[in-house]
């Protein structure tokens, strides 16, 4: 047999494709969840390796299904993003998109903490100034 053949062989006996593996798959393909303090580019990531082993075991899931999961357990600081991806068309609602746009909006959400820091950093900052001017006068 060539390469070609051997590998096909040899992942035909290791990644079989029976009822049971992909009910298995699909398990752990609803079952992936965002995690606290976990990036979301590597929950997007696990998501869509998800759907890649299905699709390798003959189980193509729909686009729904996967945008579905992309955003079902994101926690409460992405809920606008996800209503407003709610609503968007059916022909809109592609997991490329949806991952897109999430990918954004987590950039925003950093951006913004980042802004609230240093925000608080100025106003801590100018507050000291005051009271030790203050102190100067009372002196």
Not at 63 to 81: C, H
Not at 113 to 138: A, E, G, P, S
């Amino acid at each position: 047999t060539n390469g070609a053949e051997a590998w096909r062989i040899l992942k035909q006996h290791f990644e079989p494709t029976t009822r049971a593996r992909v009910i298995q798959l699909l398990d752990d393909f609803f079952s992936t969840r965002f995690e606290s303090g976990e990036a979301l580019g590597l929950f997007l990531c696990r998501v869509k390796q998800s759907a890649e082993r299905l699709r390798e075991a003959g189980h193509q899931l729909p686009p729904l299904y996967q945008g579905y999961q992309m955003i079902r357990s994101l926690p409460e600081e992405f809920q606008a993003i996800v209503q407003s991806i709610y609503r968007w068309t059916d022909a809109e609602f592609q997991p490329e998109k949806i991952e897109s746009e999430l990918l954004l909006e987590d950039n925003r959400l950093q951006l913004s903490r980042q802004d609230f820091r240093n925000m608080k950093l100025f106003i801590c900052h100018n507050l000291k100034v005051l009271l030790l001017q203050q102190t100067k006068f009372v002196d």
